[in-house]
Antibody, heavy 120, light 110 residues
Framework: EVQVVESGGGLVQPGGSLRLSCAAS????????MSWVRQAPGKGLEWVSI???????SYADSVKGRFTISRDNSKNIVYLQMNNLRAEDTAVYYC??????????????WGQGALVTVSS | QSALTQPASVSGSPGQSITVSCAGT?????????VSWYQQHPGKAPKLMIY???YRPSGVSNRFSGSKSGNTASLTISGLQAEDEADYFC??????????FGGGTKLTVL
């Protein structure tokens, strides 16, 4: 059974850092594209970042230069390093497996999410 | 990377059909056949319902269907059931390895 489980959320002060983890089971992350999507309280979904099988990455403009996505294939884990956090980064962060076509794709399996709260 | 535009809410009675629209631009919805739809119940993770405009994943009821015309995509749910009450989000590939979601539509089954 395909599963992804996020961890590492919590309360952090503005300007601080946090690293989220996404542990995968039922598939190997080295063979799949993986993404992070966030949802601010009471708001819609916002795509954050993607890592491709060749270690290429892409980011939303709102987090570019502050967030870094990476993967540890030996542990079957994907990470999201979040630096210089702002109040507007407060959200539930979902890890999602991406099923890609020639270009574009969709998010076929999602975790339950990790809550990140940025507040002093 | 502006969000796609969805109605804030739609409603229907059991057994009826409803349609949720998702308006984008030629840079996202209109430019690619990579529109997907997600269902989210309160406090739960999103669930994929439609991908590549009009394909259903295994296990999703055939009461759910998708379509696209120009820069606007649509999700139609026929034979509404109480369990369909949830938030629905559209998503489109937006080029240059980026994606954009809609603001979400709350479906109420009366």
């Amino acid at each position: 059974e395909v599963q992804v489980v996020e961890s590492g959320g919590g309360l952090v002060q503005p300007g601080g850092s946090l690293r989220l983890s996404c542990a995968a089971s039922g598939f190997t992350v080295s063979n799949k594209y993986m993404s992070w999507v966030r949802q601010a309280p009471g708001k819609g979904l916002e795509w954050v970042s993607i890592t491709y099988t060749g270690d290429s990455t892409s980011y939303a403009d709102s987090v570019k230069g502050r967030f870094t996505i990476s993967r540890d294939n030996s542990k079957n884990i994907v990470y999201l390093q979040m630096n210089n956090l702002r109040a507007e980064d407060t959200a539930v962060y979902y890890c999602a497996r991406v099923e890609m076509a020639v270009a574009g794709g969709y998010f076929d399996h999602w975790g339950q999410g990790a809550l990140v709260t940025v507040s002093s | 990377q502006s969000a796609l535009t969805q109605p804030a809410s739609v409603s229907g009675s059991p057994g009826q059909s409803i349609t949720v629209s998702c308006a984008g631009t030629s840079s996202d919805v209109g430019g690619y056949n990579y529109v997907s739809w997600y269902q989210q119940h309160p406090g739960k993770a999103p669930k994929l319902m439609i991908y590549d405009v009009n394909y259903r994943p295994s296990g999703v009821s055939n009461r759910f269907s998708g379509s696209k015309s120009g820069n606007t995509a649509s999700l139609t749910i026929s034979g509404l059931q109480a369990e369909d009450e949830a938030d629905y989000f559209c998503c489109s590939y937006a080029g240059r390895s980026t994606w954009v979601f809609g603001g979400g539509t709350k479906l109420t089954v009366l």
